[in-house]
């Protein structure tokens, strides 16, 4: 199961993690993100400790949807670092491909 990341462990889980961390920018509202939410946790289940996956909802965390520019959702951000390393906007991709893109990262 995906992680919930909000204002306040954002810093520790995401930016200060020495894992790769997937998050996952969505908001109850959104239809593909609720398509995509299933292979997120799917994702978070396979990967096992060599990553972090996670979601922030954009309605609750406005402030990291305003800092990482969340335009349009669902938006996956790969962070490794403390940094951006890649994203996809979408719902259209493959649990592999989520999981390769981590994996590249570790």
Same mark, same amino acid.
């Given at each position: 199961m995906a992680q919930q990341f909000n204002d306040s462990n954002f810093q520790s889980e995401v930016i200060e993690s020495d894992k790769p961390v997937l998050v996952d920018f969505w908001a109850e509202w959104c239809g593909p993100c609720k398509m995509i939410g299933p292979v997120i946790d799917q994702v978070a289940e396979d990967i096992g400790d060599a990553a972090k996956v996670g @979601? /922030? !909802? /954009? $309605?609750?965390? *406005? $402030?990291?949807? /305003? @800092?990482? !520019? /969340? *335009?349009?959702i669902p938006l996956l951000l790969f962070f490794k670092d403390g940094e951006v390393k890649d994203q996809i906007v979408g719902a259209s991709v493959t649990k592999d =491909?989520?999981? =390769?893109?981590l994996e590249a990262l570790a």
């Open positions: @979601k /922030v !909802n /954009v $309605d609750e965390c *406005r $402030d990291l949807a /305003v @800092k990482y !520019n /969340v *335009r349009s =491909q989520l999981k =390769q893109k």
